[in-house]
């Protein structure tokens, strides 16, 4: 990797050309022909993006909070606008995780996409753009432009890739959205008013008034919190997973809603600390609701894409909790469950597009012969499962155990909540498992005989999976244990942002100590 | 306390997970197969045992294998207390594999692959908890065995199968995730670590409602250990195999349950702590309840497997009734019953299995006169039974006479009666079973009764084995009490 960050371009202009890379993937795209060649372009270019994150992360410097990988050029002078970008310890895992699911999501639709194959690729490409965009963005301006430009491929990758009925689930997702992005724009206008430039550092050290916060507070809060989403601004995500292609579901639940949250980090809390201390009680009880009723939702589901769908929200509530709970576990665990929950639940909708691609149905009433027929997938899917559910060892444990602890440093009874919250998801998760892989004994989806052999219908044998999705699942599994065993490795990277993060919320003394500080 | 760095307990557990691939690879070869089990559990066995000398030499022994977060490690730590149990469930193995082949071979029972990797696995856990060195190794290895135990309970793959499989999840998944994780978190807060100590790491002092509410947690949360209320996924998880009842449901998930529970109350709060706080008798009030009611229950009972299902839950509040007795013999007598109930019960269980593979009958009802048909199965269900009475001979004496004494020594006429009127109810439920079988005459119009054989070898050798450890322990206790003299405040 050290050779590769001599070259003078990577060297000094590494995050735009990890931007680039994507953008000018999909321009050329444009001209080519074959469906065959177009899907393996877009899998080499989002592979040489990948590979091209990996120094990123690699070379990143873990000793300081400054902003690292720092490009600054002006772009609208008379408006003091500037193409600048650059990565803290927070970003750059995410930077990593748009990179990582990048070429995975170009592998779920090799089969899956077959019709204007082109098209799709091209949407896929410049999404991945944008969302690189959003997490190294510093320039508001830019970081609004990137923001808005997710919106469109993601309204195309639904509206005419997804399932029957992807016209609801477009307009739901555009208006919830779009009305969220307008009251970002205000508060962008208040910024500017206030601050006077568009540097998103320099708008953090401004120091604006009690109400002045408290109004950008809400402005900002609203169009993230859509984003994330938080109860009760939810309902457009289960129908735009739902009718999503798997590409489009994974991206989704992986990196969209992950824009969001990290929002709240880049905006919310060190530009409106007085605001965010003020308002952190009522964001953790959303957030409280959020884990439970996200979970009651996700156990009463029957399809399988909606109850992945709905323990996204209850997950989210996870991650906005430990956010807002102002605490160093807490916002490290928030963190860290953003990046596990991009794994975790891009992996289960990636089980979910695969059997659907085998069986057209996501009634789970349908399976339960996963087991038997399709074993590898099954251990695949078991894996994501124990890892959703928070199973020691795997990456969901460590968000969790962090997000109880820092809970548990806010006030103790929040555990209770949380607990329950845990349960539950073990709930779903596992009743969604045995629902999928065993459940054909229960009489179901039933062709099997009472001793347990033959389950499945015998004339359409089911495929276990190809090497192309064993190489997507792998990749998932490596970072559930990576994360599940060895979190440290990731913690180390954002401790000194997310230090920079409290001092900023909490003034300078609130040093609190963290079980994975120094 | 010396403590030696050595790998061997990682070994222990690491043998059979190794196994697991070399049965999977040899699916299609059973005799191989099973060849790895033994070759495996032989293994495991030795690696334990050789830990032996250290730890009667007062030592411990420990290894770290890396850190999870600064604090939490993954780690073992080999004391007495976990030598027992290491000891008691490696040995349980290889003769429940023995056993196996003959059940499993006999009945032609399917998925055996799975069943041997499942059982491999679990043993792997089981070995995890007895070596775990801090409370996140243990609650790893605990889910583990949770979860890796699912497919064995439910391997008939039938109604019955699957709605036994699933209350055994809600319970066992459902209260270690809740209530475990709960007095996990806890206790690293108000402790600031989570590993183990000889003499506990909650210090009299800290605010009592959380030691308490921890304590309580704690002991909710481990639900294998079946304590009432929260025992009912025991009797349900009947519905598997023979083996793995006996086995799991006697030796390693039961026990690692009870394992946790006294590890626990002697390496996380430890005597002192207990004592200053008054956890020690309510608790030991508490489960005595269990003892009795289940002992109850069991009487009721006319199928062979729920009948020991019951008496099991019964004896193991047995254990946790003496270490909460806090005093050294009602912990002498607590600990040792891991072992001696583990051997006794898993004749007992044996014995259903090797009734059901010679004559395919679960009922008591149905056994008048099959001693004289099977009369080494017999022979060793007496065995076992009057061990779990505890007459004098048969392990069970053992430790229930340090129980006994220990009640005294705390002071505790109630504890001393609940223990002899246990004893009462163990022999009402288990002597007219002995008696039946040899006693009574079969039914004038058994057709069957007639061709009734003895089981085949592989299954009437283990439980002879373990029928006559069960009454050479209970004439020479001396190993394991020579452990458990380490384990003592």
């Not at chain 1, 592998?107 to 019709?115: E, F, G, V, Y």
């Not at chain 1, 990277?493 to 079980?515: C, F, W």
């Not at chain 2, 998925?111 to 007895?130: H, K, M, N």
């Not at chain 2, 009922?363 to 009057?386: E, H």
Request: charged letters at 10%.
């Amino acid at each position: 990797m050290q050779a590769f960050s001599d070259i003078p371009v990577l060297k000094d202009h590494l995050l735009t050309v990890i931007i680039l890379v994507p953008l000018v993937g999909a321009f050329c795209t444009f001209f080519l022909r074959s469906d065959r060649v177009v899907r393996w372009f877009a899998l080499a270019v989002s592979v040489v993006d990948f590979i091209l994150a990996v120094p990123l992360v690699l070379n990143f410097d873990r000793t300081t909070h400054g902003m690292q990988f720092v490009e600054r050029h002006g772009w609208i002078p008379s408006l003091n606008v500037q193409y600048y970008l650059g990565v803290d310890g927070i970003s750059v895992l995410f930077v990593f995780l748009t990179a990582l699911l990048g070429w995975i999501c170009v592998l779920a639709s090799w089969n899956a996409i077959d019709k204007k194959v082109r098209d799709f690729m091209m949407s896929l490409q410049i999404m991945q753009a944008a969302m690189l965009g959003v997490f190294s963005a510093l320039d508001v301006v830019l970081f609004y432009l990137c923001w808005e430009a997710m919106f469109i491929p993601m309204y195309l990758l639904i509206g005419r890739w997804g399932g029957a009925n992807r016209i609801y689930a477009t307009l739901k997702f555009f208006l919830y959205t779009f009305f969220g992005s307008v009251f970002m724009l205000v508060g962008i206008v208040a910024l500017y008013n206030a601050g006077g430039t568009f540097d998103l550092q320099e708008l953090m050290k401004h120091g604006y008034t009690f109400d002045f916060q408290v109004f950008a507070f809400a402005l900002f809060f609203i169009a993230f919190s859509i984003k994330v989403p938080m109860f009760p601004f939810h309902t457009w995500l289960p129908a735009a997973h739902v009718e999503a292609p798997t590409a489009g579901s994974i991206i989704l639940a992986g990196v969209l809603l992950k824009t969001g949250a990290y929002g709240f980090m880049r905006f919310l809390l060190p530009m409106f600390p007085d605001a965010s201390q003020f308002f952190s009680t009522p964001v953790i009880v959303l957030s409280f609701i959020a884990i439970i009723y996200g979970a009651f939702l996700a156990l009463s589901q029957d399809d399988m894409k909606k109850l992945v769908a709905y323990s996204s929200v209850s997950h989210m509530g996870f991650v906005t909790l430990g956010l807002f709970l102002l605490n160093k576990n807490g916002i490290e665990g928030g963190i860290i469950q953003m990046f596990n929950h991009g794994i975790t639940t891009g992996a289960l909708f990636l089980c979910v597009g695969m059997i659907y691609e085998r069986t057209h149905t996501r009634d789970l009433k349908d399976y339960g012969w996963a087991a038997k027929k399709v074993p590898y997938y099954a251990v695949s899917l078991l894996i994501f499962s124990l890892a959703s559910m928070g199973f020691p060892g795997t990456n969901g444990f460590v968000g969790e155990i962090l997000i109880l602890i820092g809970a548990y440093e806010n006030y103790k009874l929040n555990v209770l909540v949380l607990i329950a919250g845990i349960m539950l998801g073990a709930a779903y998760m596992l009743w969604m498992y045995h629902r999928v892989s065993f459940g054909a004994a229960e009489g179901h989806g039933a062709h099997g005989d009472d001793e347990g052999h033959g389950h499945g219908d015998e004339e359409h044998p089911v495929r276990d999976l190809s090497p192309r999705e064993v190489v997507a699942i792998a990749a998932f599994v490596v970072f559930v244990f990576w994360v599940g065993f060895h979190p440290m490795s990731f913690l180390d990277i954002m401790h000194e942002s997310v230090g920079q993060l409290l001092t900023q919320v909490n003034g300078p003394a609130a040093a609190i100590s963290s079980i994975a500080g120094h | 306390m010396e403590t030696i760095v050595s790998i061997k307990p990682f070994l222990a557990v690491l043998t059979s997970l190794v196994a697991v691939v070399l049965i999977c690879l040899s699916s299609k070869k059973p005799n191989l197969r099973e060849f790895w089990s033994f070759a495996a559990g032989g293994i495991m066995f030795l690696v334990v045992i050789s830990l032996t000398p250290a730890i009667l030499g007062g030592k411990i022994v420990a290894y770290r294998l890396f850190t999870l977060l600064p604090g939490i490690d993954f780690k073992f730590r080999v004391d007495a207390l976990g030598l027992l149990f290491a000891t008691t469930a490696s040995f349980l193995w290889i003769i429940t594999t023995a056993y196996s082949i003959g059940y499993m071979r006999s009945l032609k029972e399917h998925s055996q692959t799975r069943y041997y990797s499942c059982f491999a696995i679990a043993l792997s856990s089981a070995i995890g908890v007895a070596f775990a060195g801090n409370l996140f190794t243990m609650y790893f290895f605990y889910e583990l065995l949770s979860i890796i135990t699912y497919p064995l309970v439910a391997h008939h793959e039938d109604a019955d199968a699957w709605r036994g499989g699933k209350k055994y999840v809600v319970y066992l998944v459902g209260l270690s995730k809740t209530a475990l994780l709960a007095a996990v978190v806890i206790t690293y807060m108000t402790t600031g670590t989570l590993d183990f100590a000889p003499g506990g790491i909650f210090r009299p002092g800290m605010p009592s409602l959380l030691v308490t509410l921890s304590f309580i947690l704690f002991i909710i949360g481990f639900a294998k250990a079946g304590i009432m209320p929260l025992h009912s996924w025991l009797p349900s998880a009947m519905v598997a195999p023979t083996p793995v009842s006996a086995l799991l449901h006697a030796v390693a998930v039961v026990k690692v349950g009870v394992f946790s529970v006294v590890r626990v109350m002697l390496s996380v709060y430890g005597t002192e702590t207990l004592a200053a706080y008054g956890l020690g008798l309510p608790t030991a009030f508490f489960v005595s309840f269990t003892i009795i009611a289940a002992s109850v229950i069991a009487l009721t009972k006319d199928d062979l497997k729920a009948r020991l299902a019951y008496s099991t839950i019964s004896q193991l509040s047995y254990i946790i009734l003496g270490v909460a007795l806090l005093t050294p013999d009602g912990i002498r007598g607590g600990i040792l019953h891991i072992s001696n109930h583990a051997f006794s019960k898993i004749t007992l269980f044996f014995c259903a299995g090797s009734i059901y593979v010679a004559t395919h009958r679960k009922k008591i009802s149905q056994m008048d006169g099959i001693g004289r048909k099977m009369p080494l199965t017999m022979a060793a269900f007496t065995v076992g039974a009057f061990s779990m009475i505890g007459v004098p001979a048969a392990a069970g004496f053992v430790s229930k006479w340090y129980l006994a004494v220990g009640s005294i020594e705390a002071g505790s006429v109630g504890v001393l009666l609940v223990l002899l009127a246990s004893g009462v109810l163990n022999a009402a439920y288990f002597l007219p079973i002995v008696y039946r079988a040899f006693f009574k005459e079969p039914p004038p119009g058994d057709t069957e009764f007639e061709h009734i054989k003895e089981s085949p070898y592989f299954v009437v050798m283990p439980l002879a084995i373990t029928a006559a450890i069960t009454v050479v322990m209970g004439i020479y206790p001396d190993y394991f009490l020579a452990l458990i003299e380490r384990m003592l405040p």
